[in-house]
């Protein structure tokens, strides 16, 4: 997830002094009023904050579920929200007003953005099945069958972009077939997309693995079909 921070800008003025004077209710009228780049400032001012001092963690998270609770996360801001750290902070403001399936312009949600930016040492798999386990969310499990602009599912998006020097290590492992099998209880037939997508540049044997497991098919029938 990139940050461009600019303290000086209105609008992170404006979000300081509302919570510098606890007004808290003026906030969702503020963020309505605001272009698409000041709403992605704003909410990435409340992350970085949150990073930086970790003993306003909460608070920061609680003033982003205030302002998404009833305003739909702009598009630009689903397209850069890639890193597991943002998808946990973000995690109860995305759980209201369909945060989850709230897309890109490339029709990715959070799921989409995350998967395929998935940095080897810290997957986001285990974090999203344990989710699925324990709360209950409709629109996160559809989120993760919903299909981009490209027909992939984030999983498959996952499997196609994102940068695999080694299979997952176990646990995430597991649960990345496990997010697999809940997809495709769903939408059977979106996985049959990822063939397509793999024809563009040919597969590294990792990608040809994660791909047999994902199609439920021998690595030697992949091959054959891309």
Same mark, same amino acid.
């Given at each position: 997830?990139?940050?461009?921070?600019?303290?000086?800008?209105?609008?992170?003025?404006?979000?300081?002094?509302?919570?510098?004077?606890?007004? !808290?209710?003026? /906030?969702?009228?503020?963020?309505?009023?605001?272009?698409?780049?000041?709403?992605?400032?704003?909410?990435?001012? /409340?992350?970085?904050?949150?990073?930086?001092?970790?003993?306003?963690?909460?608070?920061?998270?609680?003033?982003?579920?205030?302002?998404?609770?009833?305003?739909?996360?702009?598009?630009?801001?689903?397209?850069?929200?890639?890193?597991?750290?943002?998808?946990?902070?973000?995690?109860?403001?995305?759980?209201?007003?369909?945060?989850?399936?709230?897309?890109?312009?490339?029709?990715?949600?959070?799921?989409?953005?995350?998967?395929?930016?998935?940095?080897?040492?810290?997957?986001?798999?285990?974090?999203?099945?344990?989710?699925?386990? !324990?709360?209950?969310?409709?629109?996160?499990?559809?989120?993760?069958?919903?299909?981009?602009?490209?027909?992939?599912?984030?999983?498959?998006?996952?499997?196609?972009?994102?940068?695999?020097?080694?299979?997952?290590?176990?646990?995430? !492992?597991?649960?990345?077939?496990?997010?697999?099998?809940?997809?495709?209880?769903?939408?059977?037939?979106?996985?049959?997309?990822?063939?397509?997508?793999?024809?563009?540049?040919?597969?590294?044997?990792?990608?040809?693995?994660?791909?047999?497991?994902?199609?439920?098919?021998?690595?030697?029938?992949?091959?054959?079909?891309?």
């Amino acid at each position: 997830m990139e940050f461009k921070e600019n303290r000086m800008d209105l609008s992170i003025q404006l979000l300081n002094a509302r919570i510098k004077q606890q007004q !808290f209710d003026e /906030l969702d009228n503020d963020f309505k009023k605001l272009t698409d780049a000041q709403k992605v400032m704003q909410l990435n001012y /409340l992350f970085e904050s949150a990073l930086r001092m970790s003993i306003k963690y909460d608070f920061m998270q609680n003033i982003a579920v205030r302002i998404l609770a009833s305003n739909t996360p702009p598009a630009p801001f689903i397209e850069q929200l890639t890193s597991l750290d943002a998808l946990s902070f973000f995690t109860p403001a995305l759980k209201l007003n369909k945060g989850f399936i709230s897309t890109d312009s490339h029709g990715n949600n959070v799921l989409h953005n995350v998967f395929k930016h998935a940095a080897p040492s810290q997957l986001p798999f285990n974090y999203v099945r344990s989710l699925m386990l !324990f709360e209950s969310n409709e629109e996160l499990l559809h989120a993760l069958a919903q299909i981009n602009q490209y027909g992939l599912t984030p999983v498959a998006s996952y499997i196609v972009y994102a940068h695999k020097p080694n299979i997952p290590v176990k646990h995430e !492992f597991s649960a990345l077939l496990a997010l697999m099998e809940i997809e495709q209880k769903q939408n059977p037939r979106a996985k049959l997309q990822l063939l397509e997508a793999l024809k563009n540049d040919p597969p590294s044997e990792i990608t040809l693995l994660l791909s047999a497991a994902y199609l439920q098919r021998s690595t030697e029938q992949v091959a054959a079909l891309i």
